[in-house]
């Protein structure tokens, strides 16, 4: 990576980042812990938020989800929480993915990590490389 901007893919590939949206996943959650249930709602709702913001099928990183221990039985659901930042990003190439009568090629990732990016967390930044660029990423015209 030759700036905070800048990826180089395992396949040769270069992309850009555009730009990035985060937001605490847990930022609406007043009392109780996280649920199972609620990390998948609330992994739908940001796919369909980075469907919208972006206009591109977005791509998810799975997040991983930890169990929380509980002492009682928890009547909302099975009590797990993934990494407390939400992020959206837009890649772009300036080469299409598939379609050579196209200008560029772009894709929204989706994932979760820790902490507020930057830096994006290595095994995010590991995942983006080892991406295949070809079969997910959508062709687009200027």
Not at 71 to 81: C, I, V
Request: negative net charge; charged residues 25%.
């Amino acid at each position: 990576m030759s700036n905070r901007s800048e990826f180089k893919l395992g396949d040769g590939r270069s992309i850009r980042l555009m730009s990035i949206d985060q937001w605490g996943t847990y930022s609406g959650l007043l009392e109780g812990v996280p649920t199972k249930e609620m990390n998948e709602r609330h992994i739908r709702y940001t796919m369909d938020e980075a469907r919208k913001r972006r206009n591109f099928e977005p791509y998810l990183i799975p997040p991983i989800e930890t169990p929380i221990e509980i002492d009682r039985k928890y009547p909302f659901g099975t009590p797990a929480s993934i990494p407390g930042i939400t992020c959206i990003a837009q890649f772009d190439c300036f080469d299409p993915a598939r379609d050579k009568s196209m200008d560029a090629s772009t894709l929204p990732i989706v994932w979760f990590q820790p902490d507020f990016a930057f830096p994006i967390e290595d095994a995010i930044l590991e995942h983006i490389r080892l991406l295949n660029w070809e079969k997910y990423a959508s062709d687009f015209q200027y």
